[in-house]
Every structure is written in structure tokens, then in C-alpha cells.
């Protein structure tokens, strides 16, 4: 059974402090793993795809790396709008998502 | 930019009732998707349409749960009746692949039972 664990469950960093967000996992033949960016009572927001370790991508304060156990999300200088939940999945051959529980972010100004 | 609609946003209704959702996915996307989730947890996966054929409803409660997109656009999932455990926001999202990846989510439907 595919396996996705989010640490720590929630991180507060003051304005500006870079820190790293965990997703381990256990599946059969990884085809991708995805974060999503959520806000309160909004849907979750697709943010990046991995493929294969090694792989690395960023889109502005984030970068996100893949390790054939474990992805990181890491945030760089963060701004309070950064806040919200990050959540990570794994994808399987062609099954479907499984998704973490996430990590809920709050940055202070 | 294309999004993915549902509705309502929000919906209270008492136990024993019909409640039913509604999402028009990402025009061109074949794959739809119905998730729950509940509050503190990540979404977990209803029922997978593609196209109008659904490919897995493995963990839908059959017994009160039903979804379908006859035109294999649009999508309704009910809940006939409501129990006071199926309070939680339900995700409805789209995708292009057939085979899954890159998933768009909805705004969702915060669903209260009392």
C-alpha cells in the first residue's frame, strides 16, 4: 500500500526564515510525486511534478527536490502570503494520487 | 486562465437528507475526479471518471454515494441519505492525461450535516 508522510505537521517561521518541508514515501514504482499549495477552505493548488530522483524544480521562494525515499520543499526568505497547507502526493503506475495529511505553514511578519 | 468550477461552495443539511455537487471540469479534460476531504487530513479519492466511464469508485460508499457524468463533461456526486460523518469538503478535480499526473482541483463544497 502507497505511503506518504508530511513533517512536521506545522512549522511557524518568522518573515525571511528559510526552512525545508519533508514528504516521505513508500510505493511500488513511483511515476511521479506533486505538491500542492492549499489556502483555507480553498482547493488545493498544483504547485510542481516530480519525476525521478535527482530532479529538481523552483518556482519563485520554492524549490522542490526528490530523493528515491523523500521529497523537500524547501522555502526560501519566506513572505507571510506564503502561508497555507502544503500537501504532498505519490503517484504509482497509473493508480491514482495519495496524498499526505500536510504540513500547515504560518510565516509571521 | 481555465479553472475548474463546482457547486455550491457551501451546503448545509440536515441527516437523512439528498444533497448533490456539481463540477464542470478544465475544457478538454477527460479525466475527472470526486475526493473528500476532511479537516486536517489530505484529500482521499471517491470516484475516477474518464471520460464517461468510471474508473474507479473502489472507495465510494455505494450503499449512499452515487456520481456520474453522462456526457463525460460535467459531473454530479450525491449523497442520498446524508450522515452526520460525510460533514467535509469535497474536491472535485480534472486532468488531461488519461493516466493521471497533473491534477486541477476545484474551489470544493464544505458540506455540514446536522
Known amino acids: 500500500e502507497d505511503q506518504v508522510t508530511q513533517s512536521p505537521e506545522a512549522l511557524r517561521l518568522q518573515e525571511g526564515e528559510s526552512s525545508s518541508l519533508n514528504c516521505s514515501y513508500t510505493v511500488s514504482g513511483l511515476r511521479g510525486l506533486f505538491w500542492y499549495r492549499q489556502d483555507p477552505g480553498k482547493g488545493p493548488e498544483f504547485l510542481f511534478t516530480l519525476y525521478s530522483a535527482g530532479e529538481e524544480k523552483e518556482k519563485e521562494r520554492l524549490k522542490a527536490t526528490l530523493t528515491k525515499k523523500e521529497s523537500f520543499l524547501h522555502i526560501t526568505a519566506p513572505k507571510p502570503k506564503d502561508s497555507a497547507t502544503y500537501l504532498c502526493?505519490?503517484?504509482?503506475?497509473?493508480?491514482?494520487?495519495?496524498f499526505g495529511k500536510g504540513t500547515m505553514l504560518l510565516v509571521s511578519p | 486562465e481555465a479553472e475548474v468550477a463546482q457547486s455550491p461552495r457551501y451546503k448545509i443539511t440536515e441527516k437523512s437528507q439528498a444533497v448533490a455537487f456539481w463540477c464542470d471540469p478544465i475544457s478538454g479534460h477527460a479525466t475527472l475526479y470526486w475526493y473528500r476531504q476532511i479537516l486536517g487530513q489530505g484529500p482521499e479519492l471517491l470516484v475516477q471518471?474518464?471520460?464517461?466511464?468510471?474508473?474507479?469508485d473502489s472507495q465510494l460508499p455505494k450503499d449512499r454515494f452515487s456520481a456520474e457524468r453522462l456526457k463525460g463533461v460535467d459531473s454530479t456526486l450525491k449523497i442520498q441519505p446524508a450522515e452526520l460523518g460525510d460533514s467535509a469538503m469535497y474536491l472535485c478535480?480534472?486532468?488531461?492525461?488519461?493516466?493521471?499526473?497533473?491534477?486541477?482541483f476545484g474551489p470544493g463544497t464544505r458540506l455540514t450535516v446536522t
Open positions: 471518471f474518464q471520460d464517461e466511464s468510471v474508473v474507479d
Open positions: 478535480a480534472s486532468s488531461l492525461a488519461t493516466s493521471g499526473g497533473e491534477q486541477y
Open positions: 502526493a505519490v503517484q504509482a503506475g497509473y493508480s491514482t494520487l495519495t
